[in-house]
């Protein structure tokens, strides 16, 4: 790493939120004239609440941090600033992260659908398991709710001020950790944003060649 010009530091779902809390600690390996940039995939789960209106994952991470006393391992700057559970959402830790990074997620993310908004033990009688398993499964009501869902996570980035440094590329696929796929990433059938696919966007993003929101 010594001998390194360029870094990226990178992970999808549990490691794409792990990639955003452990950015500005990656950098510090370097020397300050290394490019040091981050790609979070999958991993921007937001504080949302589940379809009963209960803040369960909340409650989830304010456990984790009990448990496992997870604040001294959150970014001091955040931890210090609110409750440490909150710094494992994206939304309260990006303004903390001063190493560039570029968020790839969609907004209506299967995992959060599955597990944040609608979590199995809240649905016993199974209404959503098909819904889940496909959305062209969902009723009317279902995706409405899904929407709405969609809504509040475009909203958490409102609360994120501007900068040049990060870079985003939000899709509206169900789906979760979408760039393991190639076919995602970059090949003809790639969502594209501003006509770039991800792997496009990402490249210009890290190069400087462009600014990519």
Known sequence: ???????????????????????????????????????????FFI??????????????????????????????????????????????????VQTPFFIINSHYDAWQINNTLVPAYLDPQHTWDHCKALISNCTFSQCIIIQLFGVEFLKAFEGLTPSYTRGYFITSSPAH?????????????????????????VADWYFDRAVFH
Not at 64 to 72: D, E, I, R
Not at 80 to 91: G, K
């Open 177 to 201: 950790s979408q760039i393991i796929w190639p076919s995602y990433w970059y090949s003809a059938t790639s969502p594209r944003v501003l006509n770039k696919t991800i792997a496009e966007a």
């Open 47 to 96: 504080n949302a609440k589940t379809i009963f209106g209960t803040s369960d994952i909340q409650e989830m991470y304010q456990k984790v941090v009990t448990l496992h006393g997870s604040a001294k391992n959150l970014p001091p700057s955040c931890a210090s600033a609110m409750e440490p559970s909150l710094c494992f959402f994206p939304q309260h830790v990006i303004p903390y």
């Open 1 to 43: 790493m010594q001998n390194a010009k360029n870094a990226i530091l990178t992970g999808s779902s549990a490691g794409g939120l792990a990639t955003i809390l452990n950015c500005d600690k990656f950098k510090s390996f370097f020397p300050d004239d290394v490019k040091v940039k981050c790609v979070a995939n999958a991993g």
